[in-house]
């Protein structure tokens, strides 16, 4: 199986691709999404779209991890991670591609066992877990931990249901 896991956001979203044989895992591409302070908008859900589209083209996964929409103080950050998840989840669709969710505590539970893991925590753990020669940053160690929690979710009882 491989999965494309996703930890959206405006400026950097992180980007994982993680093929899962048995129980061995290995990392066939990670990195961000980096788009300019000044670039509108529109520019950057343009940039997420045509990157995720071309992620989901050349490495052609069978599932979609993406991070559920968490609450937060600040309703017009909130709206604007929404719009990014649209960007990358409307990549998905066109493609046909599946798409599951998990809220971050549900993540850092699969990698690091501790649902209130640090950032750290969750790079250290990944690193290990996928044999990484080096730490991956952390938009791209969490969007490999999504899809390590696919992963996971999926050889116990096939409760995740694509969203």
């Known amino acids: 199986m491989t999965v494309l896991g996703i930890d959206t956001s405006l400026r950097s979203t992180g980007y994982g691709v993680l093929v899962a044989e048995g129980s061995r895992l290995g990392c066939l591409d990670c990195g961000n999404i980096r788009n300019a302070p000044r670039l509108p908008l529109t520019g950057c859900l343009k940039a997420i779209h045509a990157k995720v589209t071309e992620l989901i083209a050349t490495y052609r996964p069978d599932v979609m991890a993406i991070e ?11 709206l604007v991670l929404g719009e990014a998840r649209g960007a990358v989840l409307t990549a998905a669709a066109d493609a046909g591609l599946p798409a599951y969710e998990y809220e971050p505590r549900r993540m850092k539970r699969a990698v690091c066992g501790n649902g ?31 899809a390590i929690c696919h992963v996971h979710s999926t050889s116990l009882i096939s409760a995740a249901q694509p969203i």
């Open 116 to 146: 209130l893991a640090e950032k750290e925590q969750i790079q250290r753990m990944v690193k290990t877990l996928l044999n990484l020669p080096e730490l991956p940053q952390n938009d791209a160690a969490d969007a490999l931990g999504l």
């Open 68 to 78: 559920s929409v968490i609450y937060g103080k600040n309703a017009g950050t909130m």
